[in-house]
């Protein structure tokens, strides 16, 4: 049995560092949760992992075992907003984002086979916030996305780029929130080695 891993076969999942590539994503399902406030000591933030990844393995494992179907769980993403962008780029006030964490979900799982993971998480009660969880389309469309390698307190001259320069310059302006693909496993990976994908957005400026 082949196993897939979306990080090599999806493009959306491919960016290079200094470059700012303007793509199309294609519309995906994820496993999703909310919370706000600074993910190094936002307990919604822990709560939310801990809730999430005992899904999206439950997931995989019934697909390996009852669909034939074997996959990588995918990396962890999240989107982020603030009432003021600011708090991305220059002012870095990381208690004023709100945030989506989510596992993207391969195309032939569907709503019933995550229902039925969430029955057998929930009887072993491994999930703080699994009622929080839902099962969820996202529809990005035209995005601006780059590669970001170092510590994520490094990302704002790349985001204020991004916001500034790069897609006004493109004839675009933002939409949506902020997107970020987590390549890296931060528990294994110095600080200034790690791989974050990040993404806005776009549409035509009028």
């Known amino acids: 049995m082949d196993k897939i891993d979306f990080k090599r076969s999806l493009p959306s999942f491919r960016a290079k560092q200094g470059r700012f590539d303007l793509i199309e994503v294609p519309d995906s399902q994820y496993l999703m949760i909310d919370g706000r406030g600074d993910p190094n000591t936002s307990p919604a933030f822990a709560t939310a992992l801990t809730s999430l990844y005992p899904l999206a393995y ?25 009432d003021d962008m600011a708090a991305f780029t220059s002012a870095r006030d990381k208690s004023a984002w709100d945030f989506t964490l989510m596992l993207f979900v391969p195309d ?15 009887a072993k009660g491994s999930a703080p916030r699994l009622g929080e969880v839902r099962f969820g389309a996202l529809r990005e469309g035209t995005c601006v996305q780059t590669l970001h390698i170092g510590a994520f307190d490094d990302e704002g001259p790349v985001l204020e780029r991004m916001h ?30 790690q791989r974050t994908i990040l993404r806005q957005p776009v549409v035509p400026r009028s």
């Open 108 to 122: 032939w799982l569907d709503g019933d086979h995550v229902d039925g993971a969430i029955d057998t998480v929930r």
């Open 58 to 82: 439950g997931l995989k494992f019934f697909s390996k075992r009852e669909l034939g179907r074997d996959y990588v769980v995918p990396p962890l993403e999240g989107l982020w907003w603030a």
């Open 164 to 193: 500034t320069d790069i897609i006004p310059g493109a004839g675009m302006t933002m939409t949506g929130k902020h997107h970020e693909i987590y390549l890296s496993d931060v528990r294994r990976t110095a600080p200034e080695r």
